[in-house]
């Protein structure tokens, strides 16, 4: 089976907002308070379940079914950790919109129409999040808010039709403290979340050698750097942009960075132990087994042969000229989300690296970057 990346890729965006808990608000200055709500999934198989929103200060916390989201809905910015109380786990991805986000505020509507909810009424706005002036199909976001600025009720449709919708049960306007929307202390400490503990490979399994490794396309730089089973890959762009994974295949963990175009941070996900599901990578064919292509190359007087790193798929184009102790010297991706990359090895060092080599650069887990306060 032939299985569309692009899909994947714009099913779980897509879904990601539609599922978004962070209550929309039209400022900061909202008094504090505790909401709690029933949401209602009008699609697929989940029930209907509670949640509740505690908001001080312009921070809110959300608790809903396994996951606690913290966020500032007036800078846009979400924390979410997920846990499994039979296993501990626990991933955490951070959201921060900026001025290049696909679905980020783009503007909002008066509708005219209100609605009463309890004892409390509000009035139904309409939340633009994609461009309006793209002919597409996609959500459509609807916020019932207070004359004081709290969502009592949401509604969103997809391509027209109900998808979801929250209404109120209780609305209490009391005293909030700040821990009870404070974020963990530790949250960006990297210690909880990349262990280099030596763990050794399955018995019969070779350790690849370690590297270091620099690419280029177009002035952008790419630098890779392996430390079995650690794999550290970032890119950075002329306009700003910057990627960043840091994986350890054996174990699970990751961390994964994205900045926008002109530097702005804009997620961030960390990972202790992924399971399927958890990343778009696995969508990218972390797991697959590469195909060679029947076609091989020279790169800085080394050979290399040509491999389609996610056989099968219908609209990615990644191949990877790989050396035969499985070193990429070049590195081509694309596809129908984004134009073909051919970034190709410059610099190549093989040699035994250390675990301080593989930890992200000190500005990606700075709490200040990502608007977080503490």
């Known amino acids: 089976m032939r299985f569309s990346i692009m899909v994947g890729l714009v099913l779980a965006s897509s879904m990601a907002r539609a599922d978004d808990n962070l209550p929309y608000s039209p400022s900061a200055d909202v008094p504090d308070y505790v909401a709690t709500m029933t949401i209602q999934p009008l699609v697929g198989p989940t029930a209907a379940h509670t949640r509740i929103v505690t908001h001080h200060g312009g921070w809110v916390r959300v608790e809903e079914m396994q996951a606690t989201t913290y966020g500032n809905p007036a800078k846009q910015i979400s924390v979410t950790l997920r846990g499994d109380s039979q296993t501990g786990y626990s ?46 199909p996609g959500l459509k976001w609807l916020s019932c808010v ?60 070779k350790r690849q050698p370690d590297f270091a490794m620099r690419m280029h396309w177009k002035g952008a730089v790419r630098v890779m750097r392996r430390h079995d089973p650690w794999i550290y890959d970032e890119a950075a ?34 990972c202790q132990k992924c399971r399927p599901g958890d990343m778009l990578s696995i969508l990218l064919g972390r797991d697959v087994i590469p195909e060679s292509i029947g076609r091989t190359d020279s790169v800085l007087g080394e050979a290399c042969e040509w491999f389609d790193m996610a056989p099968r798929t219908v609209d990615v ?22 134009p073909r990359e051919e970034f190709v090895a410059d610099e190549i060092q093989r040699r035994d690296l250390n675990p301080e080599e593989i930890l992200p650069p000190a500005d990606v887990l700075t709490r200040s970057n990502w608007d977080i306060p503490g």
Not at 102 to 108: A, K, L, P, Q, S
Not at 152 to 158: G, P
Not at 238 to 248: E, H, T, V, W
């Open 237 to 270: 762009y002329p306009d700003g942009r910057r990627y960043l994974s840091i994986r350890n295949a054996r174990t699970g963990q990751e961390l994964s960075f994205r900045a926008a175009k002109g530097g702005a941070f804009e997620d961030l996900f960390l």
């Open 146 to 205: 207070t004359a004081d600025g709290i969502e009592i009720a949401t509604e969103v449709f997809v391509n027209g039709s109900p998808f979801r919708q929250s209404t109120l049960v209780k609305l209490e306007r009391r005293p909030v403290s700040a821990e009870e929307v404070a974020l963990p202390a530790k949250l960006l400490d990297v210690a909880q979340w990349l262990h280099f503990d030596d763990q050794p490979a399955a018995t019969g399994v």
């Open 317 to 338: 184009d990644h191949s990877q000229c790989l050396t035969p102790d499985k070193i990429p010297l070049e590195i081509g991706i694309g596809g129908a989300w984004a």
């Open 91 to 136: 991933p955490v991805s951070i959201s921060r919109e900026t001025s290049t986000s696909y679905e980020r505020i783009r503007g909002v509507i008066e509708t005219g129409q209100t609605q009463t909810h309890g004892s409390e009424r509000c009035a139904v706005r309409e939340i633009q999040r994609r461009d309006p002036d793209r002919s597409e």
